[in-house]
């Protein structure tokens, strides 16, 4: 994944329906759905990174570790909750960085990633 993609959201579209900041940033707001594509884009380039290929590659050889499903996790976010699926792999080795294993708040991340 080389291009970080916009989820299946008309920008300007939404933009438009935005009345006050709480449709922009409240409960089901435009930035919370925003924030959560981004983490499970962010969450799909660290699985690709951890594996050395992208998704569907296969290896010949010894190393034998692929892609296994996914595991949903909620996290809270300034923005409200935001549901992500974490990328697993065979050998359980996989340790996510953006959102590490048992947290879930990410007050911290998501005012980085605004600023």
């Not at 010894?62 to 050998?91: H, L, M």
Request: hydrophobic share 30%; glycine share 8%.
């Amino acid at each position: 994944m080389n291009v970080l993609e916009i989820a299946d959201i008309d920008l300007k579209k939404e933009l438009k329906k935005c009345n006050s900041m709480e449709d922009l940033v409240g409960k089901n707001g435009l930035m919370q759905r925003l924030f959560g594509g981004i983490i499970q884009q962010f969450l799909e380039a660290e699985m690709e990174e951890h594996l050395g290929r992208e998704k569907y590659d296969r290896l010949s050889g010894e190393d034998k570790n692929y892609r296994n499903g996914y595991s949903s996790k909620n996290i809270r976010t300034s923005f409200g909750g935001v549901k992500v699926d974490v990328p697993r792999d065979r050998k359980a080795e996989f340790e996510p960085k953006i959102v590490k294993k048992y947290e879930t708040v990410c007050n911290e991340l998501d005012a980085r990633i605004i600023c």
